[in-house]
Structure formats: structure tokens, C-alpha cells
């Protein structure tokens, strides 16, 4: 073979892995698309005429939501206007240039608030203390003034299924509550639909976007506090599920949109008290003498003994 034929043989093997690679991209894009677009409309998050702002912090989550949400605009139905909005509050460090200069670049309309709320959070918490509490009211509050000053009845926010799946493992290990964060919200102001339209995305998938976007990443830890350690431990928790059996955390997540209030024990939820037989079939009723089909349990002795080693372990 001469040297010719050997550069255009690995010419091709190169485009063929370029091709391929270009076909993953686009096969993630439009998953994340998808996954944004039956989000938005499930929870009938954006109608027509609507103003949204987009919280844009510089991370990862929210570059990808106002890229979908400019690619959904394009072609929804419906017409929406949006706003991107980030909160310059004054880190030592913060790249005040790069959110400007990037926005400028994709011809967003966009406004950047500047507070100085971390010399306040400084000054308040003593030192050593966790500061996020304070400060991410501050912000809140900021950010509800500045929907309100630009005429925004909508707050996008960009949280993704693993932080719906983490907060509400947060909520059960250690507020003892059944809760998480919702896709679509009231603002505790009244004033706000607060939503989250990446609802449906995974973590990793907005990984991978953000990297093939090449998305001007300002890195999170300028105010030198750590992201709250118990949400670290829930999110390796979720991870190391995630490698043994995918199934468990994607299931536990769908559980969230599955509830059976007369099934658990919230007599807020289900008037327990007023229960009475009414003598009518019901084939979703109780089924209090049979054993509870799994359906994606294989009925394997070591799974079930996995099970029960898991409530044994955290019953110790
Ligand atoms: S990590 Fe820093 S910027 Fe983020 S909420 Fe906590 S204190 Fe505020």
C-alpha cells in the first residue's frame, strides 16, 4: 500500500467516526428536545403569549435550558418571548464579561442584575457557617423584583430530574416529608409560575450537551462554599444505584408521578377516618390478603434478599 492510499484509507475511517459521533450528537439533542418539549406540555408550562426568564447562572443547567427553550421557540405553535436573566452577585472571581459576551453572541435578549449579595451574606454568617440558606433567599427575592420589573409572569429555572430525584430523597431522609421539587409552581410571593422545564432530562445527558455546545461553564464554587454535603452523599447514593441497577432510581423517579394517596398515610391526603365499605366492585381496590405484584421485580430470591438486607442495614 503507498502512503497515498494508507492517508486516504485513514481519512475515511475518520470521517465514518465523525459521521457516527455526528449522528450520537444529534440522537442526544433531539432526545433532550423531546424530553423538554412533553415536560413543558404535561405540565402546561409555557402558553402562548407568556414572558419567560430564564435564570442563567453560567452553569451547565441553565446554558442547555435556554438552548432548548430558544430551539423550542422556534418551533412551538404557540409565540413566547424570553429573557435571560443572571444575577451577578458578586463573587470575588466572577468572569463578569463571559455571560454578556456569550449572549451577545446568540442574540438573546438578556439583563444582568448586579447585587452584591455575597459582601451581605459575608457580613451576616460568621465564618465557618454554611452561607447557601441566606443567600439563595437573597437571591429569590431579587430575581421575583426582576420578573416583575420586565413584565415576566414566568421563572424558568434550570433543575433536572437527578436534583427532583435528589431533593426528594433529601425530603425523605431528612425532613421525613413525601415531597420534591415540581415541575410547575406558584412563587411563595403569589406573584410567579416558577417551572422547570429540564424536568425529564437526565443529569449526564446535560453533561454530554453542554460539552458538544462548548457552553462558556463559570465554575460554581467561586463563593468558596461547598454544595451541602448531605446533597453529595444523596446524589453518590443515586450514582452507585444508577451502576447497580438503573431501574431502581428511574423507577423511584416515575413513582413521583404515581401516587396512591388511599395507599399510604396521610389522612390530609385520603380521609382515612370516614373509610367505610361501600359494597361495590372495585378492581383497583385493596388487595390486603394477596402478595403485591412487582412488576419489575424479578421474583429472584436474591433480589428479595437484597431487599431485605437493605431495610435490615437501615433498620440497625
Ligand atoms: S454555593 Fe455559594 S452562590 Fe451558591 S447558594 Fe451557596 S453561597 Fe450562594
Same mark, same amino acid.
Given at each position: 500500500?503507498?502512503?497515498?492510499?494508507?492517508?486516504?484509507?485513514?481519512?475515511?475511517?475518520?470521517?465514518?467516526?465523525?459521521?457516527?459521533?455526528?449522528?450520537?450528537? &444529534? !440522537?442526544?439533542?433531539?432526545?433532550?428536545?423531546?424530553?423538554?418539549?412533553?415536560?413543558i406540555t404535561d405540565y402546561n408550562m409555557i402558553e402562548d403569549g407568556d414572558k419567560v426568564m430564564v435564570c442563567l447562572s453560567g452553569g451547565k443547567d441553565s446554558y442547555t435550558l435556554l438552548e432548548v427553550l430558544r430551539t423550542l421557540q422556534k418551533r412551538a405553535p404557540i409565540r413566547f418571548e424570553l429573557l435571560a436573566v443572571n444575577l451577578d452577585q458578586k463573587q470575588p472571581g466572577f468572569p463578569a464579561h463571559v455571560l454578556p459576551t456569550y449572549l451577545n453572541s446568540i442574540g438573546v435578549p438578556f439583563h444582568i442584575e448586579n447585587q452584591d449579595t455575597y459582601s451581605i451574606v459575608k457580613r451576616v454568617i460568621p465564618e465557618g457557617k454554611t452561607t447557601c440558606s441566606l443567600c439563595s433567599r437573597l437571591r429569590r427575592g431579587i430575581l421575583y423584583r426582576v420578573a416583575e420589573e420586565f413584565g415576566? &409572569? !414566568?421563572?424558568?429555572?434550570?433543575h433536572h430530574r437527578d436534583d427532583i430525584l435528589a431533593t426528594f430523597f433529601l425530603n425523605l431522609f431528612y425532613a421525613a416529608k413525601l415531597k420534591s421539587m415540581p415541575p410547575k409552581l406558584v412563587?411563595?410571593?403569589?406573584?410567579?409560575?416558577?417551572?422547570?422545564?429540564?424536568?425529564?432530562?437526565?443529569?449526564?445527558?446535560i453533561i454530554k450537551f453542554a460539552e458538544l455546545q462548548n457552553f462558556p461553564i463559570i465554575p460554581c464554587n467561586l463563593c468558596g462554599s461547598q454544595e451541602n454535603l448531605k446533597r453529595q452523599e444523596i446524589n453518590r447514593m443515586i450514582r452507585q444505584w444508577e451502576k447497580e441497577s438503573p431501574k431502581k432510581v428511574w423507577n423511584t423517579y416515575k413513582a413521583l408521578a404515581n401516587i396512591v394517596p388511599s395507599h399510604l398515610m396521610d389522612r390530609e391526603l385520603f380521609d382515612f377516618v370516614n373509610l367505610r365499605p361501600d359494597f361495590q366492585d372495585n378492581p383497583e381496590g385493596d388487595i390486603a390478603f394477596d402478595s403485591e405484584p412487582f412488576p419489575d421485580l424479578e421474583e429472584t430470591p436474591t433480589k428479595q434478599q437484597h431487599i431485605v438486607q437493605l431495610i435490615r442495614k437501615s433498620n440497625a
Open positions: 500500500m503507498s502512503i497515498n492510499q494508507a492517508t486516504s484509507t485513514v481519512n475515511e475511517h475518520e470521517s465514518e467516526l465523525s459521521e457516527r459521533q455526528r449522528q450520537r450528537n &444529534n !440522537k442526544l439533542t433531539k432526545k433532550i428536545i423531546r424530553e423538554t418539549a412533553t415536560a415576566c &409572569n !414566568k421563572i424558568a429555572l434550570g412563587s411563595d410571593n403569589g406573584k410567579h409560575t416558577v417551572i422547570r422545564p429540564l424536568a425529564y432530562v437526565a443529569e449526564s445527558d
